[in-house]
């Protein structure tokens, strides 16, 4: 009987591996700004939301909100994704075709041609350095691509892809190259911790970060400092009934009553992740603030 079931197991296993199947629990989140002209002009961002399946291999999910902060009920679903061999697969909204989107196995000089269907024809891009960098404590491949420069035949490094994290144009633009136009990375989160952050802000959405979005103005309510160590402070101009702690993908960490008439509320924000949102919530209004916990 032993021997029955072990054979099961390994016919199942011997099943993902032919498929490219990398189980995981690993929830991933990427914030990335739209850029035209030189200028920051929108937020947008990913989340990776279950499973599927297409053409009999296992996709995980990712979903898409149009704003800094990811939130499920706003999403829509954008693509399927999938590593395997240190290449991650895409298969756009709406197709059954799968995209090679990156290739985290080349070597110094190797190159490998990207088909994106968001950039829109082949590229053939060169990894013309690599190096290893740390993250949060771990650390991580990272690999300069580009191509020759046809006038002057010198490298031009296009961008840098950073294994298990994607691209620094923003995941999905690989061999994106016009220039000022495009997408940049502010931040990738995992299992809801920080671990890359590069925008100009030093917070995951530059748009409204030092004061709070109001439905009321008159409130007058204000935040500081952004980014914080240790406390943040919240000058209560009246009416403010409760303040909700959000992590990035708007589960509640923790639910602040008030009841008192305080003009400055203090707040300990040493147990919160490095990056939270805080919802103010009043008798009459509704306020969102990002906020970098240093």
């Not at 220039?179 to 409204?208: A, R, V, W």
Request: hydrophobic share 40%.
């Amino acid at each position: 009987m032993k021997n029955i079931s072990l054979l099961i197991i390994i016919v199942i296993l011997t099943k993902l591996n032919c498929f490219g199947v990398q189980i995981s629990d690993t929830s991933m989140l990427w914030t990335i700004a739209k850029i035209e002209m030189g200028n920051y002009v929108d937020n947008s961002s990913y989340s990776t939301i279950g499973d599927t399946m297409i053409n009999s291999t296992n996709y995980t999910t990712i979903y898409h909100t149009k704003d800094s902060i990811f939130e499920i009920t706003n999403s829509e679903y954008f693509c399927a994704f999938r590593e395997f061999e240190q290449k991650w697969y895409f298969v756009p909204k709406g197709q059954a075709t799968e995209f090679l989107m990156y290739d985290f196995s080349l070597n110094i000089n190797d190159t490998v041609v990207i088909n994106n269907p968001w950039v829109a024809g082949e590229i053939e891009l060169i990894a013309f350095d690599i190096e290893i960098i740390s993250l949060n404590g771990v650390d991580y491949k990272k690999l300069s691509i580009g191509y020759y420069d046809s006038p002057s035949s010198e490298p031009h490094i296009l961008e840098y892809w950073i294994e298990g994290i994607g691209c620094t144009h923003g995941l999905f633009y690989s061999g994106l190259t016009f220039m000022d136009l495009g997408f940049q990375l502010l931040c990738y989160h995992e299992n809801e911790e920080i671990i890359y952050l590069n925008s100009p802000d030093n917070t995951c959405g530059y748009i409204k970060t030092t004061e709070l979005s109001q439905i009321n103005a008159s409130k007058e309510i204000l935040l500081y400092p952004n980014p914080a160590t240790d406390i943040i402070n919240i000058e209560n101009n009246g009416g403010i009934e409760s303040i909700n702690i959000l992590s990035v993908t708007g589960k509640i960490l923790d639910v602040i009553n008030i009841n008192s008439a305080e003009n400055l509320l203090t707040i300990n924000i040493n147990s919160y992740p490095d990056f939270f949102i805080i919802k103010i919530i009043g008798d009459d209004f509704v306020g969102i603030n990002k906020v970098l916990n240093k």
